[in-house]
Structure formats: structure tokens, C-alpha cells
């Protein structure tokens, strides 16, 4: 079972329209679809595809469309009742294909909703479970409430996996007793927490996943490190791999890294090593890129064979997260072709070298 949050959830509603918008006109839709949606949703839609039980919390009440939505998807809704309906996000598409969107800010929850929010998290999952904390915090949430139920679940024995940005992924980090077990930031999110450029992080993966390596080296268990076209890294205690994802026609990147994550999961889950956890990843990701809106993928949508994951070394991996730099280990070595942890070398450069494991595919079109 694997146990999601979603803190700030929304309705995505997408109309369909039959001529180009123009300012102060009346439209028609000719379809209108809704979807449940927000971060965590879309976890547990992935995982629920694959047959999996997910159970996703979060504020809305009974009869809310969300719920709704969720139960239809064949995830379980575990709502903590609001007294409003949820905000709803509006996606026009013209007929040459432009998409405009609008997008509503939530509102602010009523007092307790987020302590009982807490209080079903641990209530509805177990020792061991994974539980996924993920996307924007609601209106009004204070910015280290996903700092605090990190340490409140790790406590309780839950495995802890944080998808956010800004400044509450940053507070996530902070406490170094309570990290989170896998943290799933893309290269502007890790920028932001260790302050390196995040242009140069997207421009070289092997860089990128250095970097990464400085989180492990921190305390935090793993990080799955996601990198749109180019793939994704993976840096445990244990080693470091980069993947590739197969030749896909992209349609959607919307929920790409939702998917990554469930399928990290999921692997997980199957007891998998961590080059096929990241395999799973990078598949669950791209094919998620080549589903339109935020389609998760099903099983038939999967191309494990086309990508690539690569060991590569790095070694003097010096932790560094802005605000928990008082470390007591001065240095770490990661390093998958020796198998071998620990070790140090600090402050010297991150030395990274990398052998193909399998065969390279083309690359990606790219977007
Ligand atoms: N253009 C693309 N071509 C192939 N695969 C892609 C593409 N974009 C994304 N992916 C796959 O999806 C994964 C996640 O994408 P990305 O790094 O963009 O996540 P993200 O920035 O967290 O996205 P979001 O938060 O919007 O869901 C990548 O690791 C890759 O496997
Ligand atoms: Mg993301």
C-alpha cells in the first residue's frame, strides 16, 4: 500500500472550445472533462493503475467532485470535510492547440483541517508504508508543516518520500533527526536547495547528480533527482546511476515526475535493486510524457527495454544543504562500480565516471 498527500487538491477542469478565443466573447465549450488533480492524486492514480492499493488524503468534503473523481480512478479518497467545495483549475484548448489555463489560488482551510489531515496520515497507514508528501502547501499552511509530519511519520516507522518546491522543501531538509527517506526534486528544486545554478545542474547530468550526491551525503536516504528529456539520477547510500528515457512522442509533460515517483515506488515495492527502481522511474516518467493533460500511465504504456541506466562514481561528495550544513561526517565516497560507501575526501571535486550498462537508444524528441 502506498499512502498520499495532497495538501492543496484541485478539480482540473478542460474545455474543449470550436473557435480561437477573443477578449470579452461568450464561448461554448464542445467537451468539458473533469479530473481530479494535484500532485499526490496523481501518484496514487499511478499506482492504483497498477494494481496496488493507494489511498490518497486530503481536504475535501464527502460530496466533493475530487472524491468523487478519486474513487472513479479505483484510489482511495481518505477526505478530511473543509465546508467548501475544492478550488478548481480551468484549462481552455483552442482548435489550433493552444491551451490557456487559470489557475485558482485555494483557500485558506478551516482550523484543524490540517491537524486532522496529520492525524489520518498515521491513522490510515502503516510501519513501513511508503508516504508520499507532495506538491503546495494550501493557503494559510505554515511553510514547514511538511518538515513537521516528516518527522512525526519517520517517528512512527513510515517511510517518508517528499515531492515539493520552494520554501517548504527547503524547511523539509532542515531537521537533520527526521530527513525524509527520498526526496524527488528536479534540477530547479535541487538548485534551489543547495544553491548551485540550476542551468548548469540541467546541462550536465553526471554534474547534476553530484550535487545530488551531497544530499546523501547529508543524511537524506536517497533522492531521485529527475531531469525532464535527459532522464533522471539516482544517488543512494549504496551508489549512483543515471537513465536515459526511451524515444517517446511527446504529448503532455504535465505529471511526469508523479509518475517517476510512483513507479520509483512501485519497483520499491517489488523489491527491485536501485538501477530498476530507476529504470521504473524513467519508464513511468516518459510515458507519462507521452500521454496527453495528466494522463498516468498503465502498464501497456511502458518501455523499460528503451532506456539506458548507468552507473557512474562519485567520490569527496562534501554535504552541503543550505541551513543543516553542521555535519558530523565531514565527507562521503559514492561509489557503484567498487560497491563501496563511506570513505572521505572533503572538499575535493566530485570526480564522476560512467560505464553503459545497456544499449543506448535514440534520444528523446525534444520539448
Ligand atoms: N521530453 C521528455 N521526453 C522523455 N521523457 C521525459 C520528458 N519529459 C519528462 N520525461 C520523463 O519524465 C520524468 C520526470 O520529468 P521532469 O523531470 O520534467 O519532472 P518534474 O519537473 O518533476 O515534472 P512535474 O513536477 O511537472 O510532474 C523524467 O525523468 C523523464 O523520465
Ligand atoms: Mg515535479
Redesign the pocket.
Known amino acids: 500500500m502506498i499512502v498520499t498527500l495532497t495538501a492543496n487538491p484541485s478539480v482540473d477542469r478542460t474545455m474543449q472550445l470550436d473557435a480561437p478565443i477573443v477578449r470579452g466573447d461568450v464561448f461554448r465549450a464542445t467537451s468539458v472533462g473533469d479530473e481530479a488533480g494535484g500532485k499526490g492524486v496523481n501518484v496514487a492514480r499511478a499506482v492504483a493503475h497498477a494494481g496496488v492499493p493507494a489511498l490518497a488524503v486530503l481536504p475535501a468534503d464527502d460530496d466533493d467532485l475530487l472524491v468523487k473523481g478519486l474513487a472513479d480512478a479505483g484510489v482511495l479518497p481518505v477526505n478530511v470535510p473543509t465546508g467548501r467545495p475544492s478550488r478548481v483549475n480551468i484549462t481552455v484548448t483552442e482548435p489550433d492547440g493552444t491551451t490557456t489555463k487559470f489557475n485558482d489560488p485555494g483557500h485558506e482551510l478551516r482550523a484543524g483541517v490540517l491537524a486532522e489531515v496529520a492525524d489520518r496520515l498515521l491513522a490510515r497507514s502503516h510501519a513501513g508504508d511508503w508516504v508520499v508528501l507532495s506538491g503546495s502547501l494550501p493557503p494559510g499552511a505554515p511553510v514547514d508543516w511538511y518538515a513537521d509530519l516528516t518527522a512525526e511519520l519517520k517517528r512512527a516507522g513510515r517511510r517518508v518520500a517528499v515531492d515539493t518546491s520552494g520554501a517548504p522543501l527547503v524547511a523539509t531538509v532542515r531537521d537533520r533527526a527526521f530527513l525524509p527517506d527520498l526526496l524527488k526534486p ?1 534540477a530547479e528544486e535541487l538548485a534551489s536547495l543547495t544553491g548551485d545554478d540550476e542551468a548548469a545542474l540541467e546541462a550536465d547530468p553526471q554534474t547534476a547528480a553530484a550535487v545530488a550526491a551531497r544530499l546523501v551525503a547529508d543524511g537524506i536516504g536517497s533522492v531521485l533527482l ?4 535527459a ?2 539520477a539516482l544517488v543512494t547510500a549504496d551508489g549512483a546511476w543515471l537513465a536515459s ?1 526511451p524515444a ?1 512522442a ?1 504529448r503532455s ?6 509518475a ?1 515517483l510512483a513507479g520509483y515506488l512501485l519497483a520499491d515495492l517489488q523489491g527491485l535493486d536501485a538501477p530498476d527502481r530507476l529504470r521504473e ?2 519508464a513511468y ?2 510515458a ?2 507521452s500521454l496527453p493533460g495528466s494522463t498516468m500511465p498503465r502498464e501497456g504504456d511502458l518501455q523499460r527495454a528503451g532506456v539506458t541506466v548507468t552507473p557512474i562514481s562519485i567520490t569527496g561528495t562534501t554535504p552541503s544543504i543550505t541551513g543543516i550544513t553542521e555535519s558530523t561526517t565531514s565527507g562521503t565516497t559514492i561509489g557503484t562500480a567498487s560497491g563501496t560507501s563511506g570513505g572521505t575526501s572533503p572538499g575535493a571535486p566530485a570526480a564522476l565516471a560512467g560505464t553503459p550498462t545497456t544499449q543506448r537508444t535514440p534520444p ?2 525534444a ?1
Do not use: E, K, Q, R
Open positions: 528536479n529527475t531531469l525532464g528529456s532522464g533522471a528515457p517517446i511527446l509533460t504535465v505529471g511526469a515526475g508523479d517517476s522511474a524513467v516518467g516518459a507519462a510524457a528523446p524528441a520539448g
